[in-house]
């Protein structure tokens, strides 16, 4: 349990928590019952929670993800006031605050690299200033852990931990994800994200974000990757943190209300192999019942 994190999605403005279609058992919980909420999951044990808005305020920058009074920097003030001991893991992108979609601006059809890293450097320090125990970049730019280092070392914030989407594919799995958070967009994200073929890439792209000054790399999806994550084990020391996604999650969710599967039992099986193949942690929708039931 100690080794699990489990991802929410928090709306404003609304009054009722709004459960997700495509995940069952998943909510998007108001922010006004946010405090309860976290209290209740602290309770039920859960040690780490990572963070997404669902904002009602986008622009094409995304820039309510800086505002220090914004959705970003509320959500994660409420959920530290409600548990202190709990770690507020903080994701740090823009696709849940632009009104296209993308992971930064668009310029000419593409995501200017430099802005975004810039804007990145941004959001970072205001998650870190409300409260967030860790920053973790998921836009898949170049560099964007050494602009955030830098923007949180010039803030005062040198101890800040980074925990980055270093392997994060261009995958099919994310699909319910974009509905929870409410980050559909025209187009696809394969010009910043990798090609779920290349594995070669997928290493790459982790040692330079470990030589960049991250401290923990992420490999997303978790099962489709296993082999990325035991290759990064062989390589690196740093932990290692796999993401067991919204569509690995849906597919189980939606197989075991067919009867196909044993939920508590695939649920330790996908998850035990996450680990076996190096993982350190692991974020998964199925955090909160693994807490509450101890399958």
């Known amino acids: 349990m100690n080794d699990l994190i489990y991802p929410i999605f928090v709306e404003e403005e609304i009054d009722a928590p709004l ?22 999951v602290a309770r039920d044990g859960v040690k780490a929670l990572m963070m997404f808005g669902v904002s009602h305020y986008k622009n094409p920058t995304g820039s309510d993800s800086w505002n220090p009074d914004g959705l970003l920097a509320r959500m994660v003030r409420k959920a530290k006031r409600a548990a202190p001991d709990l770690v507020i893991i903080s994701d740090t992108c823009f696709c849940e605050y632009t009104d296209h979609g993308h992971c930064g601006p668009v310029e000419h059809d593409q ?9 990145l450097g941004h959001q970072a320090v205001v998650a870190i200033k409300a409260g967030a125990d ?15 280092r830098k923007a949180l070392d010039a ?12 392997s994060k594919m261009a995958s099919a799995f994310y ?19 990798m090609d779920p073929l290349n594995g070669r890439e997928a290493i790459r792209e982790s040692l330079l974000d470990e030589a960049e000054g991250a401290d923990f790399l992420m490999v997303k999806p978790g ?6 994550i035991a290759r990064l084990r062989q390589q690196i020391l740093l932990p290692i943190v796999a993401y067991q996604v919204s569509g690995e999650y849906a597919m189980i969710k939606f197989a075991a209300a067919a009867g196909a599967l044993d939920e508590p039992r695939i649920v330790r099986e996908t998850l035990g192999a996450i680990k076996r193949a190096g993982a350190d942690l692991i974020l998964t929708y199925f955090a909160r019942d693994i807490a509450r039931q101890g399958f």
């Open 155 to 166: 803030a005062g914030h040198p101890m800040a931990p980074i925990m980055a989407y270093s």
């Open 134 to 148: 860790i920053v973790a970049p998921s836009a898949m730019m170049d560099g964007q852990v050494a602009a955030i």
């Open 175 to 193: 699909g319910p994800f974009r509905a929870a958070s409410g980050c559909d967009l025209k187009g696809d994200r394969k010009s910043y994200q």
């Open 19 to 40: 459960p997700v279609d495509s995940m069952p058992g998943v909510e998007r919980i108001p922010e006004k019952a946010l405090e309860g909420y976290v209290e209740s």
């Open 223 to 228: 099962m489709p990757y296993l082999d990325i």
């Open 111 to 119: 995501v200017p690299n430099d802005v975004t890293i810039e804007n």
